[in-house]
């Protein structure tokens, strides 16, 4: 019997692989630089194209890099905003994002959305304010080096400049009744603090950091006032120091893998309960939905919802489906919505890393069905003779 032992077995080329190619592509040519990006990303499209050899999928790469081009002139060619003074003033703004942070001294960060910009304020203690008020803060000071270093393009961050204020200075100018970001914030803060209840000290913080992404700090788990020697031999440090010894620091980060193990274990469950296929599936949509809300984004996490969700939309709608082609369509959503994340490395190494997984898992299933195949095609002939 003859074996075909060739090692390389190719991969059909989805015209989505080419789409997003065009849309990278795209986003290139938006940034004005990257000359050879541009020139790489176009000739790998173009012999893609050559190598597919389906018009059709010709007005599906021009719309992508199209869209790229379009998508990055919107976030990279942002009219240059002069960054607020260095003398103190006033400003007047609406409250969109709320986060407690304790360090050497108790600070809360607000991202204020003004009329031309957002920015993060820095209160030096923390005000009873909620997500939706108006607010109006004066003697503000800003700070002119982190405008300036994020430059006029590829700006990732969600504000422009760090402000530096008072709680003594705020005032309150209007609240309204209700607003869907605070519910969400509120519903999330009762939510751990209901767990913080249930759980001792140093399981909550491991559990927020392994499958929340962040340990939100609504009280002080290692007091500023506590001494060094104190610290040291607190339940926080000890338990990252063994996870350091044992070099399992690495599940404290959570990443993709720990969604889907997170999906795993539901679907497991669900076997064992006797329900419908329509009703398991509205469980694991409501559950996913809930997750993403209450879940801090990263761009790991946020990939892995994205390619749990579709996989399970074309579970539902009775289509085939392969990893390689939903880290694909991740790719495509993210880069379409957030164009600046394939110039970092964390995006980068991801969804590349994760690509590569994908086509390696996609080769090895490939080699197995022709390993089948090329061990029952000669029984059969010999059979028929």
Not at 135 to 162: C, D, H, P, V
Not at 241 to 250: E, L, M, Q, V
Not at 303 to 319: P, S
Not at 346 to 374: E, M, P, Y
Request: aromatic share 10%; with cysteine; net charge positive.
């Amino acid at each position: 019997m003859q074996r075909n032992m060739s090692i390389f077995i190719p991969v059909q080329i989805h015209p989505l692989f080419i789409a997003t190619l065009a849309l990278m592509a795209g986003i290139v040519s938006a940034t004005g630089i990257y000359l050879a990006w541009l020139i790489v990303l176009s000739v790998v499209t173009m012999l893609s194209l050559i190598f597919v050899a389906d018009r059709s999928a010709i007005p599906i790469v021009f719309i992508s890099f199209v869209l790229g081009a379009l998508s990055g002139h919107i976030q990279f060619n942002i009219t240059p905003l002069s960054p607020l003074g260095d003398a103190p003033g006033t400003l007047i703004g609406t409250i969109e994002e709320i986060h407690d942070r304790y360090t050497f001294a108790a600070q809360q960060e607000l991202v204020v959305s003004l009329t031309d910009r957002r920015i993060k304020l820095l209160l030096d203690t923390p005000a009873p304010i909620l997500i939706g008020d108006t607010i109006s803060i004066a003697k503000t000071r800003g700070s002119r080096k982190q405008f300036e270093n994020s430059g006029n393009s590829m700006i990732r961050t969600t504000y422009l400049q760090k402000i530096f204020g008072k709680r003594a200075h705020l005032s309150l100018i209007a609240r309204p009744s209700w607003h869907v970001a605070r519910e969400i914030d509120s519903f999330h803060r009762r939510l751990l603090k209901h767990l913080s209840k249930k759980l001792d000290d140093q399981t909550f913080k491991f559990f927020c950091l392994m499958f929340l992404g962040k340990f939100d700090q609504q009280q002080r788990f290692e007091a500023d006032t506590l001494p060094l020697e104190t610290k040291l031999h607190s339940a926080a440090f000890q338990g990252r120091h063994w996870f350091n010894n044992w070099g399992i620091s690495h599940h404290l980060a959570r990443s993709g893998l720990h969604v889907v193990i997170v999906m795993i274990l539901l679907q497991t469950l669900l076997h064992l309960i006797p329900l419908h296929y329509l009703l398991k599936r509205i469980i694991v949509g409501c559950y996913l939905a809930l997750y993403a809300l209450l879940s801090w984004p990263t761009v790991s996490f946020t990939r892995a919802i994205l390619m749990v969700a579709l996989a399970f939309g074309a579970d539902f709608a009775a289509r085939p489906y392969l990893g390689i082609h939903m880290v694909t369509m991740a790719t495509y959503i993210v880069l379409l919505f957030q164009p600046s994340n394939l110039f970092y490395a964390d995006f980068q190494l991801s969804f590349g890393l994760t690509l590569a997984l994908a086509w390696a898992n996609h080769v090895g299933k490939q080699r197995k069905i022709l390993h089948t195949w090329q061990t029952i095609a000669p029984q059969g002939q010999n059979h028929l003779r």
